[in-house]
Nanobody, 118 residues
Framework: QVQLQESGPGLVKPSQTLSLTCTVS??????????WDWIRQPPGKGLEWMGV???????AYNPSLESRTSVSRDTSKNQFSLQLSSLTPEDTAVYYC??????????WGKGTLVTVSS
């Protein structure tokens, strides 16, 4: 059973950079044909895909966030991470790490609430 667990700060200040890590168990971040995504949901709004790192290390980003977003991985720890810079209160959301395959999101972390506030 694949499990994903987000970790990181729950409160960050405007203009700072958010760093979140997703620890994966029951599956490898280098396993062929799987991709590892970050998705967020602001309060009262829908899901927003942010970016992905594939099994081969290639990345892709939501064009609306690309200038502020970076997704990376640490294969030795079986983790992947999100960095989001120049935070504003509009970045307040529940952030999820997700394993995808093709067009399907198979496994989700429980999500972590990040509040951007001074």
């Amino acid at each position: 059973q694949v499990q994903l667990q987000e970790s990181g700060p729950g409160l960050v200040k405007p203009s700072q950079t958010l760093s979140l890590t997703c620890t994966v168990s029951g599956g490898s971040v280098t396993a062929t044909n799987y991709a590892w995504d970050w998705i967020r949901q602001p309060p009262g709004k829908g899901l927003e895909w942010m970016g992905v790192i594939a099994y081969d290390g290639s990345t892709a980003y939501n064009p609306s966030l690309e200038s502020r977003t970076s997704v990376s991985r640490d294969t030795s720890k079986n983790q992947f991470s999100l960095q989001l810079s120049s935070l504003t209160p509009e970045d307040t959301a529940v952030y999820y790490c997700v394993r995808g395959r093709g067009y399907e999101y198979e496994y989700w972390g429980k999500g972590t609430l990040v509040t951007v506030s001074s």
